[in-house]
């Protein structure tokens, strides 16, 4: 009884408090920045010296 009564007051408590443990929002967020490095990061290898893009085709 006590365990329930503990899991109850632990959910009211993350509820009440708008504390989430994993925020969709924030993970979203840090996977477009992640994805924007890795293109500009690409792109800057696909680059010659002389930082314009090679002619590929």
Do not use: H, P
């Amino acid at each position: 009884m006590r365990l329930i009564g503990a899991v109850l007051v632990e959910i009211d408590e993350v509820w009440t408090t708008g504390k989430r443990y994993f925020d969709m929002a924030e993970y979203r967020e840090w996977k477009a920045n992640t994805e924007k490095r890795q293109r500009e990061v690409k792109i800057r290898g696909m680059a010659g010296s002389d930082g314009k893009l090679a002619n590929i085709g």
